[in-house]
């Protein structure tokens, strides 16, 4: 059981470039999210997704997307990386329940220069 | 709106000494709380959560919080600290369904020995 696992761990982008940030789970988890933790401001929601073909806002949604074809997967997509999307990436996952816990994936640190 | 405020970006305990980290949530309706704890260059892991049970939660390592809601608090303490105790520690809020999920700006622990 690999609990949440993310591809890469690091990545440096060119401002303008695109990318695909991986996230999967084998705990058979409906809800996924996304969040990125940037210094002093804590994580902040990005992108959630309650099951395959459902997804929705969080937080701070502009300039990312997201899809969920199968419950495992459930990567993020920055279209034009920006400086400003610099910051460390972390993907996690729980059962269906608001009070059921989220695990965390290790995180990937992003580099837009 | 949610929101939670982790009073004290930074606290300094002696190992053996009490640990006290504030937290403080805005909700309109009942809340889940939870406290996380994060080592470096490594995802979330849950210390403790409070889901409308029993006030004083009992969580790993020692930890434990009360849910006082006349307070809308919900510190988090631990009698003695050890030297791996040091960490940030993330305190989050959510309602309802989950789907939204917020994280207070976190509180970085150090242990002098």
């Known amino acids: 059981n690999a609990g949440v696992t993310q591809t890469p761990k690091f990545q440096v982008l060119k401002t303008g470039q695109s990318m695909t940030l991986q996230c999967a789970q084998d705990?058979?988890?409906?809800?996924m999210s996304w969040y990125r933790q940037d210094p002093g401001m804590g994580l902040r929601l990005i992108h959630y997704?309650?099951?395959?073909?459902?997804?929705d806002q969080g937080e701070v949604p502009n300039g990312y997307n997201v899809s969920r074809s199968t419950t495992e997967d459930f990567p993020l997509r920055l279209l034009s990386a920006a400086p400003s999307q610099t910051s460390v990436y972390f993907c996690a996952s729980r059962k269906q329940g608001a009070s059921d816990t989220q695990y965390f994936g290790p995180g990937t640190r992003l580099t837009v220069l | 709106a949610q929101s939670v405020t982790q009073l004290g970006s930074h606290v300094s305990v002696s190992e053996g000494a009490l640990v006290l980290l504030r937290c403080n949530y805005s909700?309109?309706?009942?809340?889940?709380l939870f406290w996380y704890v994060q080592y470096p260059n490594q995802g979330l892991q849950l210390l403790l959560k409070?889901?409308?049970?029993?006030?004083l939660v009992k969580g790993i390592n020692g930890f434990e919080a009360e849910f006082k809601k006349s307070e809308t608090s919900f510190h988090l303490t631990k009698p003695s600290a050890h030297m791996s105790d040091a960490a940030e520690y993330f305190c989050?809020?959510?309602?309802?369904?989950?789907?939204?999920?917020?994280f207070g700006t976190g509180t970085s622990l150090t242990v002098i020995p």
């Open positions: 909700s309109s309706v009942p809340p889940y």
């Open positions: 705990m058979n988890h409906e809800y």
């Open positions: 989050a809020v959510t309602k309802g369904t989950g789907n939204q999920f917020y």
């Open positions: 997704s309650v099951g395959a073909g459902i997804t």
């Open positions: 409070y889901t409308s049970a029993a006030t």
